[in-house]
Structures are given as structure tokens and as C-alpha cells.
């Protein structure tokens, strides 16, 4: 997840390596695993990756080939696609902390060489599982989490177990998302694989199985398949699938369903685009976010707390998580920090950038010109930087003293959604963890941060599955409006500033945003019969000065749609549209929430003017130019 540097650059904490990682398995009556995994893998390309591998079973042996690369270059070094046996499992790695490197990359395998496993997702407890191998005697060959999960199979095969046993009493002792798929010399026929948060579909063929973390892999072997849930295990063989439950071993049955999508549906699992899918991924990504290992949050928040100064620097929506996090240093920890716009940065604050002064720099990609010079602005300056990237190995992890990535996967959408939240939602576990070192958070507000955090993901899984139809409705009735407005108060003028810009960039709408209360020193005298404003009205303490804010704009025949919550009474009485979030969210958290209906609206509104919400125009995934 992060690797933490003095400023020599000498590594002071052992790496961490998890992944957004691609998945693929088979089990075949007749051929060669080798041309199938290959096949898989490319089909799982588009998922964005750093290193590739496969393994399969070779006269009783498993044989491995892996290294960092892509998947052609690793084919021409190693030939992955001449892999013989009939069981074998590939994985492309998507590396969110740490160089790639051969070590690195998957399958691992354990000390004698009789189980491989591949994985996507976090295991949390991987650090005290390793230290307990290790005593045991237990050999380590690389970095990652993944590599306990081969050990812990090993000890219980030791111990007697079948080899789906073995994983399955493995999968009880993991903690936090993974999806694995697993071979055995022991058992020579088959894969086993689990899943506990992490996605994983199996695919029935004939004469073969198949399992991976997305359906493109194996769609065009067959398109029969079975969707896996949390806390269920899948033994195929050549002829069989068997489901069991991980908790008991139970056997349950559930016939697979026929996907009837074309390539490029698949490539976005069902969704028409990139960007709605990665909407829905939120309940995921926020979680996967959340899991930042508190060592590193203290880790940045002992550097913060040394500092006099600290400056928060990112451009577009990266910019709006670090300004909703402002709200958050102040309310939560205490500590007044400085939001800047990073191509703004060096000739605004320059001038009070010392070796004091910590720069926290937010960005995707890691790679933006502006946020890259500024950081380095600051470095000559003798800050202290601190990075939060979705990219490893990107630039700014590079020239960042500690740096933590924020586990969201690829995003393939140009404009940024899941990688918002994600941001922010690492963004505010660095305050509590600053708040704490500070002794200035409320025992009581510390109990409903920890509850927010814990209820974020099912919060947001609920917005998707109960407003997207009303965003619709909302969308289709203002299509022909050309200009909205969005307006909030306190931490939700960051979540009207990026429903702005989400709008703004996809729709091509001249949109404003506006703090609700600055609203009436100039943009009121735009508002006339029947111009939009968007209010996002969270029932905190901003709360009953928004009532206010809502009449006015009222009160000179503005049409009002509102972002409230499902139990607010007097800002939806005064609404011509309401969308609904679920009560009681902590007012910092709220952006997470909020935002999700508007990314929607944007999505919605593109869609309807015949735009391509995943490309628009004069935009740049990654902006590399100043
Ligand atoms: C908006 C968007 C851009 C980026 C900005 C910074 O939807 O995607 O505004 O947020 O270009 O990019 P990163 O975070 O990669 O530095």
C-alpha cells in the first residue's frame, strides 16, 4: 500500500504489496493450460497492470512463470503461452505498493512447492500471519500479502487436510478482501477458489472450468457462469464445479446464468460505460481505501504533526478532495491547512514553503505536470511530501518521503469518480489518525467516525440502488436547461465544486459553483424562472442556513433540486426535485455520499446530449503538460 522513505529515500518499513489484480484459472480435460491463460490474461489487459504470471502442474510439478512486464514482453521472455498441463492459473498484477518486480509478481508458492496461488485484493492481517510462519520456519520469497495464503495451505496440508480443506480453513484465518484461485501437485486435477470481497466469476464450459475476477476473460470459451458471493469457495474440476461455504463447508447450489454480451460490453461488465461503471465500483473502492494500514496514516500524521505549516496541493478533482479535507483538518484535528490549486501553488506560497512545511500532494495518476511541480517546488524548498496516488510507482510515489496509494484500481474513465472518494476517504483517515496524535478528538466523535466508516460503502451501495432512476427522471426533465448551479455550505462546497466540474466536463454546460452563502454577492442576479440550482444540504450545522439559502432562490423562481437526506422535512418541502442519501452520515464524510448522485447526473446528462461521458472532448486522462 505505501512505502514509507527517510529523506536519504532509504526504505524504513517493510513493503506492502496488494493489487487491483486480474485473475484467471482453468481446468482442462484435453490440451494445454498454457494458449488458454495467455488468451485470459490479454482478454484482462484493459484492466491496466505491471507484472504477469502463470502456473501450472507439470509432470506432479508446479511449474511457474512470471515476471514484471507486459504480457507480450513476458511471453517472449518466457514463453507463458508454452505452459503444458491440463490445471494452471494466470494473473496480471496491478501493483499498489512497490516496485513490480519478479519476486512480486504472481503466483506465489510455498516452501516445497506444492501449492500456487494467485490473488486480488488485501489481506489485512498478512503482517502478524508472516511473523507466525516465519517462527514455524516457514521461507519467504517476496514482499507481497499474497504469499501467506501458499504457506497457510501448506501447514494444513501437512496437518492431513484435503487440498480444498486446506484453503478453505486458510480463506477462515485471512482478514480483509480477497479473491484466490489456487493449485495443488497434491491434487493434480483441479482449482480451488475463493472469494471474500474481492470480485471472482466461475465459467462452466464443456470438458473445461474456468474462474476469474472478470467475465471478459473466459467469455468467449463460454458464457455460462456463476457469480461467487463474499464467503463462498469454488472446487472445479474438468467435469464439475462444487460450491461450498467458506465459514462451514457447506455444499450449496446455484445454476450459472447466460451473459449475453458482446466484447466491449464485457470489457465494462455490462455497464454501457467505463465511467458508470466505476460509479457502481464505489461501495468497493471506498472500502478497499478505508483498509490503509493505520501504521502508515500514523506514519503521515507523525509528519504532520511536527510540521508548522501544511499545505494540501492537487488539480481538478483531486483538488476538490483536498479541499473537503480542509473542512476535516479543522473540525476534526484542529489544524488549519492550506488548500492550493497545484499549478498555483509556488507563486501563492513559495514564499512560506520550509523545511516546516509538509505538502501533502493528492493525484490519480501521479503524474500531473502541475501537481508534480509544485511538489518539487516544495522539495528545493525543504518541505516534507507526503503523497497519495492511485498509481504506483508513478512519479509522485517517487519523489514523495512517504507516500499511500489509494487502492482504487485503474480508472479508465477520463473524468474521476471512484478515485474521488477513495481519495477522500484516505484523506480524512489521516486526520483521525492526526486528531488522535493531537488528543483533540472527542471519544464520541471518533465512535461515529468509526461508524461512518463502516457504514460508507453500504450508504453509497444504497444511493446506487435507489436514485439512479430518480437522477434519471431529473436529468431527462432539465435536459434543456444550459446552465445549473450547485450550491453547499461548510465540506459540501467541495461536493458542489465537483458536481460542477463533473457536469461542466462531460456535458459541456457553462455550470457554476458557488459556497451557498456567497451565492447572494453575485451569482443570485443570474437566477431567473426556472434556472436549476442544485443545493446539497447534509442536516449538519450548515444545515439550517441553507433553509435560507434554498428560499432565496426560491423566492426569484429558481427550480430547486436538492441532495438531502431521507428524513429531512423543510429543504425537500421547498424542492421541485429531491434525490435521497440514508440519515446520520458524519458531516465530514458526507462528500463521499453526496457526491454520488451528482457523478450520476453528469453521467446522465452526457448521455442524454449524445456525448461519450468516457472521453470528452479536449480532455486528458492524465494531464502531462503545464
Ligand atoms: C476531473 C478529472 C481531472 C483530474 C485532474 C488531476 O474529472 O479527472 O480534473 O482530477 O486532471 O488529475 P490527477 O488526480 O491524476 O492528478
Known amino acids: 500500500m505505501l512505502i514509507i522513505r527517510c529523506h536519504n529515500g532509504r526504505r524504513i518499513l517493510p513493503r506492502r504489496v496488494r493489487g487491483m489484480c486480474g485473475i484467471a484459472a482453468c481446468v482442462l480435460r484435453n490440451g494445454e493450460v498454457g494458449p488458454v491463460l495467455y488468451d485470459c490474461l490479454k482478454r484482462l489487459e484493459y484492466r491496466g497492470y505491471d507484472s504477469v504470471g502463470e502456473a501450472s502442474i507439470i509432470d506432479g510439478k508446479i511449474v511457474v512463470k512470471k515476471d514484471k512486464g507486459k504480457i507480450d514482453q513476458v511471453e517472449e521472455k518466457l514463453g507463458i503461452s508454452d505452459l503444458a498441463g491440463v490445471v494452471g492459473i494466470g494473473h496480471t498484477r496491478w501493483a499498489t505498493h512497490g516496485a513490480p518486480s519478479q519476486e512480486n509478481a504472481h503466483p506465489h508458492t510455498d516452501c516445497k512447492n506444492t501449492v500456487a496461488v494467485v490473488h486480488n485484493g488485501i489481506i489485512e492481517n498478512f503482517m502478524r500471519l508472516r511473523q507466525e510462519l516465519e517462527l514455524k520456519g516457514h521461507q519467504f520469497n517476496s514482499r507481497t500479502d499474497t504469499e501467506v495464503v501458499a504457506h497457510l495451505v501448506e501447514e494444513c496440508l501437512g496437518s492431513g487436510k484435503s487440498f480444498a480443506e486446506a484453503v478453505r480453513l486458510t480463506s477462515k484465518k485471512l ?259 492526526l486528531a488522535r496524535k493531537r488528543e483533540v478528538l472527542r471519544s464520541a466523535d471518533l465512535e461515529a467516525l468509526q461508524n461512518g466508516f463502516n457504514r460508507l460503502p453500504g450508504w453509497i451501495s444504497i444511493v446506487l440502488s435507489t436514485q439512479e432512476e430518480r437522477v434519471k427522471r431529473i436529468v431527462e426533465k432539465y435536459s434543456d436547461r ?46 431567473e424562472e426556472g434556472y436549476p440550482v442544485i443545493f446539497i444540504a447534509p442536516r449538519d450545522e450548515t444545515y439550517s442556513k441553507m433553509i435560507g439559502n434554498t428560499m432565496e432562490m426560491k423566492a426569484r423562481g429558481a427550480q430547486i433540486i436538492s441532495i438531502v437526506d431521507d428524513q429531512d422535512g423543510e429543504v425537500s418541502g421547498l424542492s421541485d426535485e429531491t434525490v435521497t442519501v440514508p440519515p446520520g452520515i458524519p458531516s465530514m464524510l458526507t462528500p463521499i455520499v453526496f457526491v454520488v448522485p451528482l457523478q450520476l447526473f453528469a453521467y446522465y446528462m452526457a448521455v442524454g446530449k449524445g456525448y461519450d461521458p468516457d472521453f470528452p472532448r479536449n480532455l486528458a486522462k492524465s494531464v502531462t503538460v503545464h
Open 175 to 433: 482478514t480483509g478482501a480477497y479473491a484466490l484461485a489456487l493449485i495443488s501437485s497434491l491434487e493434480p486435477d483441479k482449482v480451488v477458489c475463493v472469494r471474500n470481497e474481492s470480485p471472482l466469476v466461475v465459467g462452466r464450459g464443456t470438458d473445461s472450468n474456468y474462474c476469474a475476477s472478470d467475465i471478459p476473460a473466459f467469455l468467449s470459451r463460454t458464457n455460462q457462469v456463476i457469480f461467487l458471493e463474499d464467503d463462498e469457495m469454488a472446487v472445479l474440476t474438468a467435469d464439475k464445479v462444487r460450491l461450498l461455504h467458506i465459514s462451514d463447508g457447506e455444499e450449496l447450489t446455484r445454476e450459472p446464468v447466460t451473459i449475453d454480451w458482446n466484447a466491449e460490453t464485457a470489457l465494462k461488465t455490462g455497464y454501457r460505460h467505463f465511467m458508470l461503471k466505476e460509479i457502481h465500483e464505489q461501495p468497493m473502492t471506498v472500502r478497499n481505501a478505508l483498509r490503509t494500514h493505520p501504521i502508515y496514516l500514523d506514519l503521515m500524521a507523525s509528519a504532520m504533526n511536527r510540521a508548522k505549516r501544511i499545505f494540501l496541493v492537487a488539480c481538478g478533482t483531486s483538488y476538490h478532495a483536498c479541499l473537503a479535507a480542509t473542512y476535516a483538518f479543522s473540525n476534526l484535528a484542529k489544524f488549519a491547512v492550506t488548500p492550493a490549486v497545484a499549478s498555483e501553488f509556488i507563486d501563492t506560497y513559495g514564499a512560506l514553503v520550509d523545511s516546516d512545511s509538509v505538502v501533502l500532494a493528492v493525484s490519480q495518476s501521479g503524474e500531473t505536470a502541475d501537481t508534480l511541480s509544485a511538489v518539487r517546488g516544495a522539495k528545493e524548498r525543504g518541505a516534507t511530501v507526503l503523497g497519495i496516488s492511485n498509481v504506483m510507482g508513478s512519479t509522485l510515489t517517487r519523489i514523495s518521503d512517504v507516500y499511500i496509494g489509494q487502492n482504487s484500481g485503474p480508472e479508465m474513465g477520463v473524468a474521476a469518480t471512484k478515485t474521488f472518494t477513495a481519495q477522500l476517504s484516505v484523506l480524512v483517515k489521516i486526520v483521525v489518525a
Open 482 to 527: 444550459s446552465s445549473f448551479c450547485f450550491l453547499g455550505r461548510g465540506i459540501g462546497v467541495a461536493t458542489a465544486l465537483e458536481g460542477r466540474l463533473k457536469l461542466l466536463e462531460l456535458s459541456y454546460l457553462p455550470a457554476i459553483a458557488y459556497a451557498a452563502g456567497e451565492s447572494k454577492h453575485g451569482f443570485i442576479s443570474v437566477v
